[in-house]
């Protein structure tokens, strides 16, 4: 654990304010959860919460059945990482923050496929081999949870109708799992 330095009061409500800075480096929005934490030290440790995390093991077999279906780079995503992915580029982006770009498409509610021509979208600020072919919000609740992916490497052909479909089902399915 590191040390800011920066010291907060608690107000008559219980309520502390998370400074500027550390809420813009560890991607923390008005409305995000946070999960708390204590240890027999008296720390209070506060670390984002990811509904959709909680389904990284499920989220795994998704990406395996969409890779045995499709033969491609099948990933799903909450709104900061990517938590699962099957069929190459694990390494290379597993735990991996997303791109600004592949925010946007989250923000904007609505199904992206790379069509031809045109730049490609990455889907990690840590990696630009590879780039978005389809991308479908996970939405529950009216919120955004994350996302569906299909990738591609950088070049490759982009995604088909049936990619664009499959990536659409599997949304609105995780979207309903974490409903209930």
Known sequence: MKATGIVRRIDDLGRVVI??????????????????????????????????????????????????????????????????????????????????????????????????GGSSLPVSTADDKFCLSVAAPVISEGDIMGCVLFITPRGSAPGTEVEHKLAQTVSIFLGKQMES
């Open 19 to 116: 400074p500027k800075e550390i809420r813009r480096t560890m991607r923390i929005r008005e409305g995000d959860p946070l999960e708390i934490f204590t240890d027999k030290d008296g720390e209070l440790i506060f670390k984002k919460y990811s509904p959709i995390g909680e389904l990284s093991d499920f989220a795994a077999q998704i990406c395996d059945s969409l890779r045995r279906s499709t033969d491609g780079i099948a990933a799903v995503c909450d709104r900061d990482s990517v938590i699962a992915i099957s069929g190459g580029a694990k390494r290379e982006l597993l735990d991996k923050p997303v791109s600004p770009q592949l925010s946007e498409i989250m923000d904007s509610r609505n199904v992206y496929r790379h069509m031809n």
